[in-house]
Structure formats: C-alpha cells, structure tokens
C-alpha cells in the first residue's frame, strides 16, 4: 500500500511518497521491507540461525549462520529505508512547524482584525457625537 503526498514546500519538494506498511516508494525505486533487517527482521528468520537468535554460530565469525552475506543491493535498499524514515520524520517536522505558523499568523491577523474594529467602532461614535453636537447647535441657534 503506497501513501502519496503532494507537496509545494521547497524543503519537501523531493518527497513524493511516505513509507507506509507493505512496499516502500522513495522516488523511483521501491523497496521491499522484507530486505531490510528494520521493517521485518523477524519474517526473515530461518535456518540454524533462527534458534541461535540469528546470532553466528560457531565456525562463522563474521556471517549469520544460515543466511547469505548481504549484498550492495540489499545494503543500498535498507539505506533508501533509512532514509525515507528519516524524511518521514524530518516531514513530519516541517509540517507541524508550518501549521504552528499557520496558527499564529491567524490569531495575529485576527487581533489585527479586532483592533481595526476597535478604532472604526471608535470613529463611528467621534462622527455621531460631532453630529450630534452639530444638530444641536443648529437648533439652539434657530431658536
């Protein structure tokens, strides 16, 4: 299942797609999280090393029991993993940081809304005052 978000941010440009469950879409390529020891590491469990807690065994130091040793393509597809996690987080970020602006530019235009308010209110009543003064000028002065 593949997650789209379309994005006008500079900063978020380059992220089209958001790891979900299932396969994983970072650009062009698509990653499978059974490859990646992070997402399923205990899917991929099996042979002698499944008991051993895919620690080696003895008679192999460097390599799990069982298991091949991982290649370039494996190694580069949990690096696309790690870092779409990582763009996932630093998204996340982004997006809430621009909602919080979001939030305090309305509020600021909303007091600004208040106070231009505040000061037509004020004018309203100065222009009603003064023509009231003037009506009643007028009417002392004809009597």
């Not at 008679?59 to 190694?75: H, M, Y």
């Amino acid at each position: 299942m593949l997650s789209v978000l379309q994005v006008s941010d500079p900063i978020l440009r380059d992220l089209s797609l958001l790891c979900t469950p299932g396969l994983i879409r970072y650009g062009a390529e698509t990653i499978d999280p059974g490859l990646c020891p992070r997402f399923s590491h205990k899917s991929m469990m099996s042979g002698p090393a499944a008991g051993c807690g895919r620690e080696a065994t003895f008679g192999s130091g460097d390599v799990v029991s069982g298991s091949l040793s991982p290649t370039a393509r494996v190694l580069w597809m949990c690096q696309l993993c790690q870092r779409c996690t990582v763009d996932h987080t630093m998204l996340l970020q982004r997006l809430v940081a621009l909602s919080e602006e979001h939030e305090e530019d309305a509020q600021a235009w909303q007091a600004e809304d208040v106070t231009h308010e505040d000061a037509q209110d004020w004018c309203e009543e100065t222009q009603n005052w003064h023509e009231e003064e003037r009506d009643w000028a007028d009417r002392e002065f004809r009597a």
